[in-house]
């Protein structure tokens, strides 16, 4: 007994465990947008050492109007992405979320089919993060080389400013590798709740064996018959007191 309890609540961590994971998917999502959107952005959260309101910016007259085209034209090419990385996100927590709150109950009250569903969930997320993570990182890499993306690296780096490089960033590389275990997870997930169902399919026929089995089924007669004796007894002396009475 205890071992099925312990797949049933392998299951239930494991989706605590998928929630956070996807949490902080979304939030590297937000964190890479901001980090790359540029100082004059507002996609930057102005975050920067300088932004459009500052008293202070090493850009000057055309160069100024420049780079904020620019900032302005990266921030727009990777909104899709990011929208797309938000939504997916809390997509998959919200629907962990509802696998989570309905698996918790005892064994007896969980159904199969319920579970089967919840396997097929798993397998589908897993499958859809890896897919997702390599359109992430191929997005990204599609917006790295543009032109627009090169010219503002050159004007930042003329200034001493080198994060605005065109490469992978460090909250983009992190958005792929929470991506790849919450993947990981996912399948971990669906290994146990295939398991899960084996486990509950079992107890419910052990409970339905032990229910009409012979043995249960002469108990039940015996308790009858006990109920039957005590009966007797007590009918006789009803009729014994009526005779008295008469």
Not at 225 to 241: C, I, L, W
């Amino acid at each position: 007994m205890s071992s099925r309890l312990s797949k049933v609540k392998a299951l239930c961590i494991l989706k605590f465990v998928e929630i956070t994971v996807n949490l902080l998917v979304l939030i590297c999502v937000g964190a890479a947008q901001a980090s790359v959107a540029g100082f004059t952005s507002l996609g930057g959260l102005g975050l920067g050492s300088f932004n459009l309101n500052s008293a202070y910016s090493p850009f000057e007259g055309t160069e100024l109007q420049e780079v904020r085209e620019l900032d302005m034209q990266i921030t727009q090419m990777r909104a899709p992405c990011v929208y797309s990385g938000v939504a997916f996100s809390l997509t998959a927590a919200a629907l962990t979320l509802v696998f989570l709150v309905v698996g918790v109950k005892p064994i007896h009250r969980l159904k199969p089919g319920l579970l089967v569903g919840e396997c097929a969930f798993n397998l589908l997320a897993a499958a859809s993060y890896v897919a997702a993570v390599g359109l992430y990182l191929h997005f990204v890499s599609q917006v790295n080389s543009t032109e627009s993306c090169k010219r503002r690296e050159r004007l930042y780096a003329r200034r001493g400013y080198t994060s605005m490089s065109c490469v992978v960033q460090g909250g983009d590389a992190a958005v792929g590798l929470f991506g790849v275990a919450a993947a990981c997870l996912y399948l971990a997930s669906f290994v146990v709740c295939i398991l899960a169902v084996r486990t509950v399919r079992a107890f419910r026929s052990h409970a339905a064996k032990a229910q009409y089995s012979p043995s249960s089924s002469d108990r039940d007669r015996r308790s009858r018959s006990d109920h039957a004796g005590h009966r007797a007894p007590e009918s006789s002396r009803n009729v014994q007191a009526l005779a008295t009475l008469v």
